[in-house]
């Protein structure tokens, strides 16, 4: 590293020394652990749904479809391009090792490619969610205000507890998601009402506008396990898990911290002219 030698012992230092390695290692990390519990809230609403349905409470089951159908071209679109781009940096790390097949990094490169274009590309998935989902005749964004109720509400049991706990940065990060969830709500007023001027708005805000929904639908999956790590670490600080704990919470400062932060730049593109 620069700061010189970290294992002067050793021949050599791993390569995880590196601030840059470490922050591929980390994306990844944030990808495919908050991108798991984004798909599994949805299993959970899909089993919600199917228990309503077989109850008779087909107006709690309609509800129900109706957050799933917003939810679905936020994980199809933006899951499939952060995808990508963990495997990018999973060749990356390797360096020009990383491009040969003995690994099988390339292979994975390779494969995940195709998800972002199979079933709806992104820019499909991302009208889908834009001009079918929130602004839909008749459904006055109930789909997205909703989903802004529960993330502020997610937010705000962080930001309103009596005992914050000592680890984590859980009212920070609450204040962070509040904010954004705000900014999400106000981003698309504002493209509705560019929209009823001149409908090829929706469709230059729409690609930005799924990624800006997907790192904040990222950010609560990653403050909610902020908190149960961090609820863990208050009740056994030393026990046999207390290092599973530690790293999911410096993994939900790193997401807070690094790739959250990537919505101030999506926001000019979302709001560009013609």
């Not at 963990?86 to 494969?111: C, F, L, P, T, W």
């Not at 001149?198 to 805000?205: E, L, P």
């Amino acid at each position: 590293s620069l700061n010189g030698p970290s294992f002067p012992d050793k021949v050599a230092d791993p390569i995880i020394v590196h601030p840059a390695v470490r922050s591929m290692l980390l994306t990844q990390k944030c990808f495919a652990e908050g991108g798991r519990a984004m798909v599994y809230e949805c299993a959970f609403l899909a089993d919600k749904m199917a228990e309503e349905k077989a109850k008779g409470n087909d107006k709690a089951a309609e509800d129900i479809d109706d957050t799933l159908g917003f939810l679905t071209p936020i994980l199809k679109g933006f899951l499939t391009e952060a995808g990508n781009e963990a495997a990018y940096h999973g060749i990356q790390v390797y360096g020009g090792h990383g491009y040969i097949n003995s690994n099988g990094q390339e292979q994975i490169a390779r494969d995940v490619r195709i998800s972002s274009v199979w079933e709806g590309t992104t820019q499909i998935q991302s009208l889908d969610l834009l001009g079918r989902k929130i602004f839909a005749r008749g459904k006055n964004m109930k789909p997205i205000k909703d989903h802004l109720k529960k993330v502020s509400a997610t937010a705000w049991e962080q930001i309103s507890s009596p005992a914050s706990s000592s680890h984590g940065n859980l009212r920070s990060h609450g204040m962070q998601l509040m904010k954004e969830a705000a900014r999400w709500g106000v981003t698309t007023v504002q493209i509705g009402a560019r929209a009823s001027k001149d409908k090829d708005a929706v469709g230059i805000a729409a690609e930005p506008y799924l990624m800006m929904a997907g790192y904040i639908s990222l950010a609560e999956q990653w403050l909610k396990m902020e908190a149960a790590a961090a609820k863990a670490l208050d009740k056994d600080p030393n026990g046999p898990d207390a290092d599973f704990y530690k790293g999911k919470i410096h993994a939900a400062n790193f997401y807070f911290e690094n790739i959250l932060p990537r919505n101030t730049a999506l926001l000019p593109k979302i709001l560009a002219s013609k």
